[in-house]
C-alpha cells in the first residue's frame, strides 16, 4: 500500500511542477518552473485546499533522497574537467572563494538580526 | 548495446553508486565523505574508465535527473510546517539573503577582474550561487555559455556544503536559522538537501534563501551587467 501512497504522492508533485513549467514557459519567467510549482503548493497548503498530510510520504522519501537526484548533474563536470587543470583553475577557485563569502555574510547578517529579535522577546 | 539497456543500467548503476556512497558515509562520517561527493567522484571515474561518453551515461541518468523537478516542489512541505518560524523570521532572511545575492555577485567580478578573467568567462561565474536552470538563463542573458555556468553552479554546491561546518565553526555561526540561509544562499538545492539533513528548520530556511537568492540573483544580475560589460 505504501508503495502506491507513495506513487500517488510523487505523481501530485508532478502536477504542480508541469503546472509551474506551465506557468513559466507561457509568462516567459526567469524562475524555474520547479520553484513557481513549489509556490503553487505551498499557496494551497495555506489557503487548506491541500493538507500537507496527502502527500507527506511521498514528499519525505524525495527530500531524504535529494544528494541522488543530483548525481546526474554533478557528474556532468565530467564534461569540463579540463577546466580543473590549468588557467580554468583560477575560475574554479574563483567560484569556490566567492561561494564562501556568500555563505559567512548572509550567515552573520542572519544571526546579528535573529540574535536581536530573540533579545526583544 | 541498445539505448534502452544503457539507460537502465546507467540508472541501476546511479542508484547503487548512492546506496554505496550513504553507507560509506555512514561509516566514516566527514563533510568530504558526503555521499554528493564520493558519489560524483565514483561516476567520474567510471565514466573515464569505462569510456562511455556522458551523453550515453544520460540517457539512463537524465531519468534521475528528472524527479529534481518534484524535489524542489516538495520543498513546500517543509515550509509549510515551518511557517510560523519564517513568519517570525521574515525580515532577517529577507535582508541577509539580498545581502548575500549582491556578495556573491560582486566577488565573483571583483575576484574575476582582478584575475584578468575574459568577460564570457565572468558572465558564466557569476549566478553560481543559484539553481542551476536560473542560473543557465542568467548567464545566457548576459553572454556567458550556461553549460559552463552549470559547473560553477555545481562547484558553490558541493564547495558549499563541504566547508560548512568549517566556516560555520570559524565565523562563529551557530543560530540554526542563520546556518540555514548561509548554506540555502551560497549552496542553492545541494545545500538545501544537507540542510534538510540537519534539521527541518535549517531545511526551511535554507529553502527560503534558496528561492529568494534565485528571484534576487535573477533580477539584479542583469542589472548590474549594464554596468559592468
Known sequence: ?121 | MTDWAAAILAAAGTVLVYIGARKFYQRFSYPITLPIVTGTVVIIVVLLGTGISYDTYMLGGRWIEHLLGPAVVALAYPLYKQRKMLKMYFFPLLVSVTVGAFAGVLSGYYLSRLAGVEQALIASVLPKSVTTPVAMEVAASIGGPPPLAAVFVMVAGIGGVVTAPYLFKCCKINHVLAKGIGIGSASHAIGTAKALENSEIEGAASSVAMTLSAVIVSIIIPLLALLFF
Do not use: C
Not at chain 1, 511542477?17 to 505551498?42: C, D, H, K, R, T
Not at chain 1, 511521498?58 to 531524504?64: A, D, E, I, P, R
Not at chain 1, 583553475?89 to 546579528?112: E, H, K, R
Open chain 1, 1 to 121: 500500500m505504501d508503495v502506491i501512497r507513495i506513487i500517488m504522492h510523487i505523481m501530485i508533485l508532478y502536477f504542480f511542477y508541469y503546472a509551474g513549467v506551465w506557468i513559466q514557459e507561457w509568462f516567459n519567467l526567469v524562475i524555474p518552473g520547479s520553484i513557481i510549482g513549489m509556490l503553487l503548493l505551498l499557496s494551497l497548503f495555506y489557503t487548506k485546499l491541500i493538507k500537507p498530510k496527502w502527500i507527506a510520504m511521498g514528499t519525505s522519501l524525495v527530500l531524504s533522497h535529494m544528494p541522488l537526484l543530483f548525481l546526474p548533474v554533478t557528474a556532468g563536470t565530467i564534461v569540463y574537467l579540463e577546466l580543473f587543470s590549468g588557467s580554468g583553475l583560477w575560475l574554479v577557485a574563483i567560484a569556490f572563494t566567492s561561494t564562501l563569502f556568500v555563505m559567512a555574510v548572509s550567515g552573520m547578517t542572519a544571526q546579528i538580526f535573529a540574535k536581536r529579535r530573540e533579545q526583544h522577546d
